[in-house]
């Protein structure tokens, strides 16, 4: 897996602009505030990464702790997020949780995956997002990108993305979990994209089981 990570990343800098996912630029601006990236990955759900990079920015300038956000109208932070997906369930979440890390942890983000899994709206990939991103902790969060490429590979032969956690997990050497997400996420933005690959641009194609399909088929 090292060797496939180093290809992606060479393949990236040859790009002229390859795009920082959201998550990245938020630990960049944010130097890995973990509420910030909790919210911050509760809201990209469903949501293209421009605009979560907007909305984030628009909330975290009117809401800059947890206990703001607890305390704030939820009405009003609909109204700063109604751009993204899902705004109104999204809204409710982002309050709750604020409300329980305010009266349970004091404000802090936890770092361990079980009392993560126990906040309203978070699910595996959130969760290991933040380990990831706020606490540098081992984990792989699985997204639509890392099932997709994946699978196209062949590393994986996987239905649901919890499926491809496990199975990465035991492929992919700990010491480099950390780098799967943020790799495969902008490997799957510039490159391995869902809709027509540029597969000439990827370097793993004589390795992968999804360009072998598509020269035999053609």
Request: glycine fraction near 6%.
């Amino acid at each position: 897996m090292g060797v496939i990570i180093k290809k992606m990343e060479k393949a990236l800098n040859r790009e002229k602009t390859p795009r920082l996912t959201a998550l990245r630029g938020l630990q960049m601006e944010e130097k890995g505030d973990p509420f910030k990236i909790l919210i911050g990955t509760i809201l990209s759900a469903r949501t293209r990464d421009e605009n979560t990079t907007k909305v984030v920015n628009k909330l975290f300038a009117r809401f800059k702790t947890p206990q703001d956000l607890a305390s704030g109208d939820v009405q009003e932070i609909k109204k700063i997020i109604h751009s993204i997906g899902f705004y109104n369930v999204k809204a409710e979440r982002i309050k709750q949780v604020s409300q329980i890390l305010v009266a349970k942890y004091s404000g802090k983000v936890p770092s361990d995956i079980g009392s993560l899994l126990e906040l309203p709206g978070v699910g595996r990939k959130t969760a290991n997002c933040v380990l990831v991103y706020a606490f540098d902790k081992p984990a792989i969060p699985v997204d639509v990108h890392v099932h997709r490429i994946s699978n196209r590979l062949g590393l994986v032969s996987t239905k649901m993305p919890e499926q491809t956690e496990l199975e990465l997990s035991k492929l992919v050497d700990r010491r480099l979990w950390t780098k799967v997400n943020n790799t495969f996420v902008m490997y799957g933005q510039n490159i391995c994209l869902s809709v027509r690959p540029n597969c000439k641009a990827c370097p793993l194609k004589r390795m992968c089981r999804y360009y072998s399909r598509q020269a035999s088929s053609s």
